[in-house]
């Protein structure tokens, strides 16, 4: 299929599965697939699955607002089973705007979200950080899983 | 009808009148690329149709923050209208990211359809 590949190394866990898609709001359905997918494979609780569904979701948002990143390349999700857990790199989320300007939480003024997106990452796996990707690319980095800090210990926003 | 789970179902959006409402049966996974049918769908409603909107999100299978958002949106313009607006079954995937902003103390929720005010404010 053009715009999408898979590497999965399941079974194999050193090496990480990959999914690479172009920057297009439509294949955002099939990187939360791939993350559940395998997440169940590595045994990760329901509840935690949930959390990953969305915040993954959340961080290929971030990757495809940024429209690849200053290289327009593929968006990347990557899984890799560390022993403690999942670990989840997404890139490119592009530049992190201050939580006043995010435009995820804009709607029109006045009454709007409380969160942005990765804030909302933040607060459903709390080890979330973004991180220098390859080639000026920012890359998001969680873990999921038992070991993983901040997970299901959800701090409820301050609404404005 | 059950919640259904994962993204094996279209996404659409429906319009129908439920007494004095008007009831947007939405069904499949809310997410930056299907929240622009649900947001054209709520402007049409909300300029046009009715002062009672309500979204029931019951086979909504995923929604993050874009979904979300939309929803914010027409409770502000409903709002700014004096109309209501109201979520119904919000629970599983949609409730978690409502619940998880806060947003569970601002919107009008509602267990059912059945569960709709019928008499005029």
């Known amino acids: 299929v053009s715009g999408i ?24 359905a099939s990187a939360r697939l791939f993350a559940v997918t395998l997440g169940r494979h590595y045994g990760l609780t329901n509840e935690t699955l949930e959390d990953l569904r ?13 429209g690849g ?7 990347e999700l990557s899984l890799r089973c560390t022993g403690e857990g999942l670990q ?43 991180l220098p990707g390859e080639a000026g690319a920012h890359l998001l980095r969680f873990s999921a899983g038992p070991t993983s800090g901040g997970q299901h210990v ?5 609404l404005e | ?30 997410d930056l690329h299907t929240a ?3 947001r054209e769908e709520l402007l049409n409603v909300l300029s046009h149709s009715s002062p009672r909107v309500a979204v029931n999100l019951l086979t909504v299978s995923f929604m993050d923050s874009t979904g979300l958002g939309v929803l914010v949106a027409a409770l502000k ?34 267990k059912a359809v059945e569960d709709l005010p019928m008499a005029e404010r």
């Open chain 1, 88 to 130: 989840v790199e997404i890139q490119d989320v592009g530049e992190q705007p201050s939580e006043d300007s995010d435009p995820a939480r804009q709607s029109d003024g006045g009454l709007r979200q409380p969160v942005g997106r990765l804030q909302l990452v933040s607060m459903l796996f709390g080890d979330a950080e973004v």
């Open chain 1, 5 to 28: 590949s898979a590497e999965s190394a399941a079974g194999t866990d050193a090496r990480p599965s990959v999914l690479r898609f172009r920057a297009t709001a439509a294949y955002i």
């Open chain 2, 77 to 110: 313009r409903a709002r700014e209208a004096n109309d209501e607006f109201a979520l119904v079954s919000a629970g599983g995937s949609p409730g978690k990211v409502i619940a998880l902003t806060g947003l569970d103390r601002v919107f009008d929720l509602y």
């Open chain 1, 54 to 66: 969305l915040a993954v979701s959340e961080a290929c948002t971030l990757a495809v607002e940024s």
């Open chain 1, 69 to 75: 990143g200053p290289t327009g390349r593929p968006v």
């Open chain 2, 1 to 30: 009808l059950k919640r259904r789970k994962g993204s094996d179902v279209e996404f659409s959006v429906s319009a129908r009148a439920v007494g004095s409402w008007t009831v947007l049966d939405v069904q499949g996974d809310l």
């Open chain 2, 36 to 38: 622009p049918r649900l």
């Open chain 1, 154 to 158: 959800y701090a409820r926003p301050v």
